[in-house]
């Protein structure tokens, strides 16, 4: 058993996932790179051991419940805690569209990974961060989830017309303050970040902001003191307007 603290972050193969796991290796914690592809959480890890960082992947499809379970219990066997719980897993599906065109798989497709699949690990994995004495739950959100941002005729997020990753974030923001109020009492704090628009995949080879500097607002919650924000959305500047 490892004295290191133990970090999972879901996604964590590329883009912000894997510079979430990169900074929370350098902060000194045992990273578990969750990946659909374990081959590729593999490459990613061994990427990070490079660094001389203590990264190793897991195989974990957060839409596929037998996945869930295996990797729950892998890290039960292995580390018998977890210390921090980064959900990061999260699509924009194919074809996702305004309210007046997308098709209604679509939707099904973006609640799966974004709220379905998030809903489920945590679940899985709560009782090992009851384990670990003061957890921290930060889930990825997104300024497009703001209904103050979005509600704003002049604001860019407005003219973004995705509503199945719009609408899934906004579910993961109430996921988000619900379970920060069911675990109140028991030290964990459960916040989610906006990284903002990076150059990802999802994000575009153009965007603004690098991976590193969208994973540090979702770092900066992982290791929040026991005074720390629970129940918040997060954005590098502060809190987010819901």
Partial sequence: MTTHKIALVTGANKGIGKEIARQLGQA?????????????????????????????GIQLEVTDEQSVRSAAEEIESTYGRLDVLVNNAAIIPVGDDAVSRVESG?????????????????????????????????????????????????????????????SSKAAVNMVTVMLANELRATGILVNAADPGNCATDMGGSDAPRT???????????????SDGATGEVHAEAGRLPW
């Fill in 211 to 225: 991976p590193a500097e969208g994973a540090a607002v979702a770092v900066r919650l992982a290791t929040l003191g």
């Fill in 28 to 56: 000194g914690f045992t990273v578990l790179m969750g990946s659909r592809d374990l081959a590729r959480g593999e490459a990613a890890a061994k990427e990070l051991v490079a660094e001389g960082l203590d990264a190793t």
């Fill in 106 to 166: 679509v939707l099904r497709s973006a609640f799966e990974t974004n709220v379905i699949g998030l809903v489920s690990v945590t679940q899985a994995l709560l009782p090992l961060l009851s384990r670990a004495g003061q957890a921290r739950i930060v889930n990825l959100s997104t300024s497009l989830a703001s209904f103050a941002q979005v509600g704003d005729p002049e604001s860019r997020m407005s003219t973004v017309l995705t509503l199945g990753y719009n």
